[in-house]
């Protein structure tokens, strides 16, 4: 979701061979039946358990974190006899639970001492896992948390105020591209970098609309709408979604088919963890040239920064759609005054070849001054390096790194509806100076594609008539809660700041880039009131429609978080 995501370490690529499309078929039979739960995946011998259930057992016993006395028991008796779910059950008395653990916390501002840890992690090797997880949970009461990649912004996939376990999806990231029908089965376990690689080792002519940060996971990405430096060509990520696998609160596994169209609907852009495990999604690939340009350009305030800002405004939206230009506003040391100046960054991506985008910015956005020069021309995937920091020509197998690093963090977002004035803009420089922190505004133009899909397509609604997308951003490096605290607190008082130039009744915001700030859901009687307050921000009039879905297909709320979409209340 980032812009700025750091160079990582590398892994060795992954082989990717199970075939998706099989085992749906080999599910089929099964999607007709309505009493397909977790009892089909019974052994009838519990004998067959007895080692396992001794040995954990035997570690509850001194584990400092408890585990629920009958979880275990009831994870190894429903797992499939072929598949024993014990290698993928780490308690916190086993050695390697603080590696599991911390190994996917992208935020280390819940990464402390203090934090409150889960009682288990389940590192899911099959399918058959998460149907123990989910029916185990369900008819034993437990919160479960539902991890892919670890980017979410609040820890909600990691974290929780109430006892926990975490289901972890990372195992599960098998790949299929088929070039020939422009389709993947990923799984939602994979990393958006392991997709660009597998579809680029297959074509260079083809690409998927999603984020600039490899080591985010497919799963909260897609289902929380997605979106990247295509999406003025082809809409966000979740536009270019056909199908899906997903394991329901029945233990049923369900394509799009058999969920209907309302719960597909729902899983793409309304946050797949409100009602089910998403599996995989059967993604459309789209056609990009063998060569795209990418630049990046800096101007100061002395450098006519908030004019050329003042006109990005006017004419990025309007570009062509092929064109996709993010200006970031920060504040940097001026060394000539020894004070602080403004600072506006333009990087751009064009899909086509430097020429062509430089006569388009001449004719249309002159006040940048774009030259060739600036420009670099490259394949798609080495694109994405670009837009990680990492230099160009670094071999493609950096794409599998599945080990970012990882600071203190917090993020919040906006919508601008109008164009703010160069005067407005240098006031916001102006307070930015005042805070005198690392603060940045990145502001993501809209229009192309994203204004003509209707805002009811998907559940993400923030279509025509939105210019621009604002993310906030702050990092730091030191621990404490004061620390914390003082950080936070500045994004809060820019964000502030920032009321009389964004979206107003609601303040709009986007559900990929989760803000607690908007309100957090205790999942007690007043749940939809809760649900409400964030949940009209982040989907405007779609969240009726969300909320009707989660009441039909997971009545007890189930999965829940602290943003989910809550169940209609009921009337005694």
């Known amino acids: 979701f980032d812009f700025f995501c750091p160079n990582s370490k590398l892994n060795k690529p992954i082989n990717y061979h199970t075939n998706i499309t099989e085992k749906l078929q080999h599910y089929n039979t099964n999607h007709n039946n309505p009493q397909n739960k977790m009892a089909n995946f019974k052994s009838s011998n519990l004998l067959f358990f007895t080692p396992f259930l001794l040995f954990w057992l035997s570690c509850l016993a001194s584990a400092s974190i408890s585990v629920p006395h009958d979880f275990i028991p009831c994870l190894?008796?429903?797992?499939?006899?072929?598949?024993?779910?014990?290698?993928?059950?780490?308690?916190?008395?086993?050695?390697?639970?603080?590696?599991?653990?911390?190994?996917?916390?992208?935020?280390?501002?819940?990464?402390t001492s203090s934090t409150r840890k889960p009682f288990l992690i389940i590192t899911a090797l099959h399918e058959s896992h998460i149907q123990a997880a989910i029916v185990c949970a369900r008819n034993l009461n437990l919160q479960m948390k539902i991890r892919s990649g670890g980017h979410d912004y609040e820890g909600v996939s990691y974290v929780a105020e109430v006892p926990f376990f975490i289901l972890d999806m990372f195992n599960l990231r098998k790949i299929e591209v088929d070039i020939e029908n422009e389709i993947a089965w990923v799984q939602t376990g994979a990393t958006l970098g392991e997709v660009y690689y597998n579809i680029a080792h297959k074509s260079k002519v083809h690409g998927?609309?999603?984020?600039?940060?490899?080591?985010?996971?497919?799963?909260?990405?897609?289902?929380?709408?997605?979106?990247?430096?295509?999406?003025?060509?082809?809409?966000?990520?979740?536009?270019?979604?056909?199908?899906?696998?997903?394991?329901?609160?029945?233990?049923?596994?369900?394509?799009?088919k058999a969920m209907g169209e309302d719960l597909?609907?729902?899983i793409r852009g309304g946050g797949g963890a409100s009602f089910a495990v998403v599996l995989s999604y059967k993604?459309?690939?789209?056609?990009?040239?063998?060569?795209?340009?990418?630049?990046?350009?800096?101007?100061?305030?002395?450098?006519?920064?908030?004019?050329?800002?003042?006109?990005?405004?006017?004419?990025?939206?309007?570009?062509?759609?092929?064109?996709?230009?993010?200006l970031v506003m920060d504040v940097k040391n001026d060394t000539k005054t020894g004070g602080k100046t403004g600072r506006a960054t333009f990087n751009g991506f064009f899909l086509g070849d430097s020429d062509r985008l430089v006569s388009i910015l001449g004719k249309s956005f002159p006040e940048l001054g774009l030259k060739k020069s600036d420009c670099n021309q490259t394949s798609w995937v080495q694109s994405i390096l670009f837009w990680t920091n990492i230099p160009l020509g670094t071999n493609d197998d950096v794409l599998l790194s599945r080990t970012p690093t990882v600071n203190y963090l917090k993020r919040k977002s906006d919508y601008v509806k109008k164009p703010i004035s160069k005067e407005?803009?240098?006031?916001?420089?102006?307070?930015?100076?005042?805070?005198?922190?690392?603060?940045?505004?990145?502001?993501?133009?809209?229009?192309?594609?994203?204004?003509?899909?209707?805002?009811?397509?998907t559940p993400f609604p923030h279509r025509a008539g939105n210019l621009a997308k604002i993310q906030y951003a702050i990092n730091w490096n030191e621990a404490g809660d004061d620390v914390a605290n003082y950080y936070i607190g500045l994004t809060r008082k820019l964000y502030a700041y920032m009321t009389p130039f964004v979206s107003k009744n609601p303040r709009e915001a986007f559900f990929n880039y989760k803000d607690l700030d908007?309100?957090?859901?205790?999942?007690?009687?007043?749940?939809?009131?809760?649900?409400?307050?964030?949940?009209?921000?982040y989907f405007k009039g779609n969240f009726n429609r969300l909320v009707k879905i989660k009441t039909r297909v997971d009545p007890g709320n189930f999965f829940r978080n602290e943003q989910s979409i809550p169940v209609l209340p009921r009337h005694p």
């Open 264 to 266: 597909f609907w729902a």
């Open 424 to 457: 407005g803009l240098e006031r916001i420089w102006g307070r930015m100076k005042q805070l005198d922190g690392p603060l940045m505004l990145t502001f993501n133009p809209y229009g192309g594609r994203m204004a003509e899909i209707p805002s009811t397509a």
């Open 76 to 111: 190894l008796e429903n797992s499939h006899p072929s598949h024993p779910i014990s290698p993928a059950i780490f308690t916190p008395n086993n050695s390697s639970f603080p590696s599991v653990l911390q190994s996917y916390i992208r935020n280390l501002r819940f990464n």
């Open 208 to 256: 998927y609309p999603a984020g600039v940060c490899p080591t985010v996971g497919v799963g909260g990405h897609i289902s929380g709408g997605g979106y990247g430096n295509m999406m003025r060509k082809y809409g966000l990520t979740v536009d270019n979604v056909d199908d899906a696998l997903i394991i329901d609160v029945n233990g049923r596994l369900l394509d799009r």
């Open 518 to 537: 908007l309100g957090i859901n205790h999942n007690g009687k007043g749940s939809y009131l809760e649900g409400r307050a964030y949940g009209v921000k």
């Open 283 to 326: 993604i459309k690939l789209v056609r990009v040239p063998e060569n795209v340009t990418v630049f990046s350009v800096q101007r100061t305030l002395e450098q006519n920064a908030s004019l050329i800002a003042s006109r990005w405004q006017q004419v990025a939206d309007k570009l062509d759609n092929g064109v996709f230009i993010r």
